[in-house]
């Protein structure tokens, strides 16, 4: 009986360290191989013209003005091409059946500055927003800044 039970935990034993071999493996390769894969995503990009889609905040969506969420409108046209390498759509594309044709903010690879309305509750505030542009690892980045150097971010 104490045979089968010794016996029992060593193949146990055996396939715990051949499983933890195999992860510490396939971790390392991950850790290596990532820098590469994203160098090739961004070569292959480059290489079949594909630009940067176009950013498209939907009417009412809703970003961090002075630690409250404040829903915002723009005053760009709604984009309606359904593919996601044309226009991407922060916070959700609106459905079918009720998205809107005007009242978006549209970022455009060369668009410098977007006019935009926060909705506060009161009297609506207009307020024109600086886009910048940057490589975060090594991938484009837009960063939105107001008008009183205050980075805008979704709200929580």
Known sequence: ????ITSALGKLERRARYTAVGV??????SVIAFPYV????RYYMDQSGMENPDLVLRPGYKVQIDGHAVPILGFDPCPEDPRPWKD??????PDDGIRPF???????PGTTTVRVQLLTGGEPVMET?????????????TIV???????????K
């Open 1 to 4: 009986m104490a045979n089968a």
């Open 129 to 141: 927003w600086t886009v910048e542009r940057r490589e975060q690892a090594g991938m484009p980045a």
């Open 38 to 41: 994203r160098d090739l995503a």
């Open 24 to 29: 510490t493996g396939l971790i390392v390769a």
């Open 88 to 93: 991407y759509w922060i916070g959700g594309r």
């Open 145 to 155: 800044k107001r008008p009183n150097g205050d980075y805008v971010a979704p709200a």
């Open 102 to 108: 005007t009242g978006c903010v549209v970022v455009k």
